[in-house]
């Protein structure tokens, strides 16, 4: 009990303490604390000042990067508009490429259709015109059907001896000389004659030999291997081992 009172006593002197200044001192701490609060006022209005000024420089700021935000926004918005814009273009010119490829491309398969029949129209209009020419043209022997009649002929029995008679029509004289040509440089001995035109007319070369000579054979064999076409006959021969009639020319093609 004793040392609680003790306690107490201590700490109402130490309060008794603290208020127990003298008034100079008091004055001073007085003064210092006025001072105190005058320039805690002056920094809280510097410090209100500061943050309001700098806070509207910042939402000006702000407000810029907003801006330039919105405005690089609506740029790239407005570049991939454009994009898409060529690149439906684009596309579109795409399908009318295809659409013009696939027209020429039909119309190159209808050319070629065009151009086959054409060429088919064209050959058969060529094979037309090359046997009307074949069937107007002059009848001739070739080197290769001279050839092989003069060989032919030159190893058949000798002599030979053929008669030929020509018309008066200029395509049989000049077909008759090329046979006579031949005979002649095959050795082939014979009288010629000419005759006009007959009636009826006889078309060809008709050849009459004799069926009991050999010779006559021997003649027969020697076209058949030269491939000159004739009328082959058998009959009266007289003299000749054949005798030979240059008829007009035979209607159609000439061999």
């Given at each position: ?29 007085f003064k210092i604390s006025n ?67 696939a027209l020429a491309n039909e ?75 031949a005979l002649g440089a095959a ?69």
């Open positions: 009990m004793a040392t609680t009172n003790e306690n107490r006593t201590v700490t109402s002197g130490w309060k008794l303490e603290i208020f127990n200044l003298s008034q100079s001192h008091a004055d001073l701490i001072i105190g609060l005058i320039f805690g006022a002056l920094f809280v209005l510097l410090g209100t000042i500061g943050a309001i000024w700098t806070g509207a420089i910042r939402e000006r700021y702000s407000d810029e990067r907003t801006a330039r935000n919105e405005a690089e926004t609506a740029t790239a918005k407005a570049t991939a508009a454009s994009a898409n814009a060529r690149a439906a273009s684009a596309n579109e010119r795409a399908a009318t490429a295809n659409e013009n490829a119309r190159t398969e209808e050319l070629k259709k065009f151009n086959l029949q054409l060429q088919t129209e064209l050959e058969k209009e060529r094979v037309e015109r090359l046997r009307l020419e074949a069937s107007i043209a002059p009848r001739h022997i070739s080197e290769k059907q001279r050839g092989a009649l003069i060989a032919a002929l030159r190893a058949a029995p000798q002599p030979i001896s053929v008669q030929v008679t020509l018309i008066g029509d200029e395509e049989s004289a000049n077909y008759g000389k090329l046979l006579i040509n050795g082939v001995q014979g009288q010629t004659s000419t005759m006009g035109i007959v009636s009826p007319p006889q078309y060809g070369v008709s050849i009459r030999l004799d069926k009991n000579r050999q010779k006559s054979h021997s003649i027969k064999a020697a076209f058949e291997k030269a491939h000159i076409p004739v009328n082959i006959s058998f009959g009266e021969t007289g003299a000749f081992d054949a005798v030979i009639f240059v008829g007009l020319r035979p209607l159609g093609p000439s061999l």
